[in-house]
């Protein structure tokens, strides 16, 4: 219906409403990705529920936007163009079904769905491999897939069996962030349970609530110091050009059961206690979370192919959602976001330190540059780095011989708690959540770009990513040691 190939550009529409991306949503990053979410739900849901439902909310005030259209404007920045009126030529959102009579498991490619793991982490599968489910019919590949045809910002594509659903979303990261689609799913879920007096629209759907981000920072970033110049981006690129542009990659989710991230965050907080004791700093307690951990352990696993006693510098980019930092200022308290929110906290260790110290150490690293890097003022910097990017890159730090890891926590989003029961197809009375989530990103795969994708029921947490072709056998060696 909407076309991946290339035309030779959309007719603009007049009547249309158009709306200039704020800062974050026109990022370089956000600009370049499109997200394909798979859900899976242990029951069978109605299809027509989903999608009516779905269309209803994005008719209402405030979510108009993810219907809008993905235009480049005579300055090469993004737009979104929202029509007058959805109609059945020009839909408010994109969506196919596909139904399949038997159960999941008796599917070739339903059936390689993981399950969690039970006593140690593991990889359970290449989530690039379950593309058939999550591959609809014209389903977007690319940026310019939106921006040279009529196609609405979300699409829903609906897979039916016999006992379960799987629901795929595919959207442009410049919609929204892990956080805006939380909101659009809890606004979905009142739509779809018949509660839509409850749905209010979002903070800045008709404003740029980020217009002055970054525009007057009161102090400098604390890494301003190490900021890469152009000359080091240069020497970065050279030294890792193999990596970044032609070695392949290997995609991976890997399950960590909730009860060994207890074990490691409690051994982590033992060796924190014990680093204070040594400092003379007895009535200090130590505190780091179970994300800190988490992050710290993998990141043992991301660099073991570099030498124990290497000393080069490892940077850490660990996204991080400032909406928090911005209440009550750019977003008031309570409200919600439906757009781009954020930033990166950076941390910069040596390789030796992360294979050398101890577990609680690293992880105690992550909570520094959190609270240090996590105030109002430091977000600010954060944003006036940011404006002085010409093509809206992240600020790096470092220097050339930098070793680059990404992380991205989607679990303070809670989408293992999005609750679809009220499109069961026999109705019930309990929640019905995902068993299972993953988010493929598409057209470029990061070199060690890792995504935390969140807690599931059962306490597992579900983290996957993209590594050089060959790391993830060494980082699966170390995970089964």
């Excluded at 991230?261 to 004791?277: D, I, N, P, S």
């Excluded at 597992?460 to 699966?476: I, S």
Aim: a neutral charge; glycine letters at 8%.
């Amino acid at each position: 219906m909407f076309g991946n190939k290339k035309q030779a550009g959309p007719v603009l529409v007049p009547t249309d409403t158009v709306q200039p991306l704020n800062i974050l949503d026109g990022s370089l990053i956000n600009k370049t990705f499109v997200m394909n979410s798979l859900y899976v739900f242990d029951d069978v849901l109605d299809p027509e529920k989903l999608r009516s439902s779905l269309e209803r909310l994005v008719h209402r005030e405030g979510y108009r936007k993810l219907g809008a259209r993905l235009r480049k404007n005579s300055q090469g920045g993004f737009e979104h163009h929202i029509p007058a009126t959805f109609s059945a030529e020009r839909p408010a959102i994109a969506y196919t079904h596909e139904k399949h009579d038997a159960a999941c498991a008796d599917h070739p490619i339903g059936s390689q769905l993981p399950q969690p793991t039970q006593d140690r982490p593991s990889l359970v599968c290449n989530p690039a491999e379950l593309a058939a489910l999550f591959r609809g019919a014209d389903g977007p590949l690319k940026m310019d897939d939106y921006l040279s045809s009529d196609r609405p910002q979300v699409s829903l594509h609906v897979v039916s069996f016999a006992d379960k659903t799987v629901v795929v979303l595919y959207w442009p990261h410049s919609v929204f962030d892990a956080m805006g689609m939380k909101v659009m799913f809890d606004a979905w879920t009142l739509v779809l349970q018949g509660r839509e007096a409850e749905v209010r629209p979002p903070h800045g759907w008709d404003h740029d609530a980020l217009a002055e981000f970054g525009a007057a920072p009161k102090e400098p970033h604390v890494l301003a110091a190490k900021l890469m110049t152009p000359g080091k981006l240069v020497m970065y690129g050279l030294k890792n050009v193999l990596d970044l542009a032609w070695r392949s990659k290997e995609n991976r989710m890997a399950c960590i059961p909730g009860a060994f991230l207890e074990k490691l965050r409690a051994q982590a907080l033992e060796e924190l206690a014990a680093e204070a004791a040594e400092e003379g700093k007895e009535g200090e307690k130590p505190w780091v979370s179970e994300g800190d951990v988490l992050a710290a352990w993998w990141l043992r696993l991301a660099v073991s192919h570099i030498p124990r006693d290497s000393t080069r510098n490892v940077v850490v980019q660990n996204a991080f959602s400032m909406r928090s930092a911005m209440e009550g200022d750019l977003i008031p308290k309570g409200s919600k976001y439906l757009a781009n929110c954020v930033g990166f906290i950076n941390v910069l260790l040596p390789a030796k330190d992360i294979h050398q110290k101890s577990l609680g150490y690293v992880a105690s690293q992550f909570r520094r540059a959190i609270v240090e890097q996590g105030t109002r003022e430091q977000v600010e910097a954060y944003g006036g780095l940011l404006r002085q990017s010409k093509m809206g890159a992240p600020p790096f730090f470092g220097d050339g011989s930098n070793h680059l890891v990404s992380f991205s926590n989607w679990t303070k989003a809670g989408l293992f708690n999005v609750d679809l029961a009220a499109a069961a197809v026999t109705p019930r009375d309990t929640p019905c959540t995902p068993s299972y989530i993953q988010s493929v990103e598409l057209p470029y795969e990061f070199t060690e770009g890792f995504q935390i994708v969140g807690r599931d029921a059962r306490g597992n947490y579900w983290f996957c990513g993209n590594r050089v072709k060959g790391n993830w056998g060494k980082a699966e060696a170390m995970m089964m040691a």
